[in-house]
């Protein structure tokens, strides 16, 4: 079993940074692909950004493209996204996941382990 426990998340006005982190525990051993993903109040989970588990390879929704930089170190078992230039459109609630999967995975399917979210919100 994998815990995940995110944290990072706050207030922030649009054009504002935040960069949240994503500690992992538990029967952590052996690197496994992460991601984050948000869910906006109404609206259905989506996937932000993925990464392998190595780090070699990365994936971003188009809506977060050039703004948003996911990364990982494994020696310490978190997982970061760093948001710049936030937009209100940016407000939901950011999970992180892992998968037992070792390549880049985007579907929230192909994942096993979720966080409990941390709340972001971006005011205009």
């Known amino acids: 079993q994998v815990h995940l426990v995110e944290s990072g998340g706050g207030l922030v006005q649009a054009g504002g940074s935040l960069r949240l982190s994503c500690a992992a525990s538990?029967?952590?051993?052996?690197?496994?692909?992460m991601g984050w993903f948000r869910q906006a109040s109404g609206k259905k989970r989506e996937s932000v950004a993925s990464?392998?588990?190595?780090?070699?390879?990365?994936y971003y929704a188009d809506a977060v493209k050039g703004r948003f930089t996911i990364s990982r170190d494994n020696a310490r078992s978190t997982l970061f996204l760093q948001m710049n230039s936030l937009k209100p459109e940016d407000t939901a609630v950011y999970y992180c996941?892992?998968?037992?999967?070792?390549?880049?995975?985007?579907?929230?399917?192909?994942?096993?382990?979720w966080g409990q979210g941390t709340q972001v919100t971006v005011s205009s």
């Open positions: 990464i392998s588990w190595n780090g070699g390879n990365t």
């Open positions: 996941a892992a998968s037992e999967l070792l390549g880049l995975v985007s579907s929230a399917a192909a994942y096993d382990y």
């Open positions: 538990g029967r952590t051993s052996g690197s496994r692909a």
